[in-house]
């Protein structure tokens, strides 16, 4: 990795720490979950950054993947369990981090926030070259089995790459086995899950987060308007309040609609735990070296 490579992924971090710091204070009981995700993404912009991916806040058994709609009023309350997740891009260069926010007093789900933080803490202090993949989710898993919790172990963290969001290598939250080794130059986002349920997650039916995965002519005239738009996004992921913001939300929805069954864009539906275990997330972006640079802390 070049210097001007390794300066855009700092800077990415830099951009994503303040943005996730600002975005964490945010998060308060009685505070509107859309409001919140959208002064982060102004936050981002402002600071000199593109989002990576639309920022989001998955509440309680949701792990991963919920951002909110254009209409939508959830307010938060006490005793949710809130993963801030939100990604930073300059010049295609990524950071991606994640802390959570628990809006309540018991212990046992304080313990679970910490469970994740120190996962990801036991983790960072193994990383340089030639670590191997499953010595990264043994002490992931070590960490939040001690505190009696389980990772989940079909959510992962991944490789980075320019405008790529998740590449190899894959780091796992448990001892899988993989004796594949961290190399000079990867750079990786390390985010363990920690809950009280089963982990596992499962996957729901409908999703508002997308990406464009095929190039392909389309007939219909609303796909084309957000396919022009999705193009903006140079692959990254996109949410249709950020479409909608300019076409509208039926024409939106309709566009979308067509570039699903075309197969031109993808969704990431959000992630529940299988048994409705409550779950907690943190993650961090790092340059793989000998000494490692750990971009978003």
């Known amino acids: 990795m070049d210097k001007e490579t390794e300066q855009k992924y700092v800077e990415a971090g ?6 996730r710091d600002y975005g964490k ?3 308060k009981v009685g505070a509107n979950l859309k409001d919140v995700l959208e002064s982060i993404e102004n936050k981002i912009i402002e600071l000199g950054g593109g989002c990576a991916f639309p920022p989001q806040i998955s509440v309680n058994q949701i792990a991963a993947h919920y951002c909110a709609d254009p209409d939508e009023e959830t307010v938060f309350e006490t005793g949710d369990m809130c ?3 939100l990604g930073v891009e300059i010049d295609g260069y990524i950071a991606d981090t994640a802390v959570t926010v628990y809006l309540g007093d ?3 789900m304080k313990l679970l926030s910490d ?3 120190a ?3 036991a983790a960072l202090n193994l990383v340089k070259p030639g670590v191997k993949l499953k010595e990264l989710g043994s002490a992931i898993s070590k960490e939040i089995e001690s505190r009696g919790f389980q990772p989940i172990r079909n959510l992962s963290g991944h490789g980075l790459d320019r405008y790529v969001i998740h590449t190899k290598p894959t780091i796992p939250n448990y001892d899988n086995g993989d004796n594949t080794t961290l190399k000079e130059g990867d750079v990786i986002a390390i985010e363990p899950f920690a809950t009280n349920g089963v982990g596992l997650i499962y996957e729901t039916e409908s999703s508002n987060i997308f990406s464009e995965i095929s190039s392909k002519p389309i007939r219909s005239m609303y796909a084309r308007e957000v396919l022009k738009l999705v193009k903006e996004f140079k692959g990254l992921p996109f949410t249709t309040r950020q479409i909608s913001r300019k076409l509208g939300m ?3 929805r309709l566009g979308i609609n067509e570039l699903l069954k075309a197969g031109i864009i993808r969704g990431y539906p959000p992630l529940p735990e299988q048994k409705g275990g409550m779950v907690s997330q943190h ?3 790092i340059i793989v070296k000998d000494e490692p640079i750990v971009t978003t802390r």
């Open 119 to 121: 996962a990801l803490n």
């Open 250 to 252: 039926g024409k939106t």
């Open 115 to 117: 469970a994740s933080k």
């Open 83 to 85: 993963k801030l997740d």
């Open 25 to 27: 204070d945010l998060i």
């Open 106 to 108: 018991d212990e046992n």
């Open 14 to 19: 830099t951009i994503a720490k303040q943005a």
């Open 283 to 285: 993650e961090h972006t």
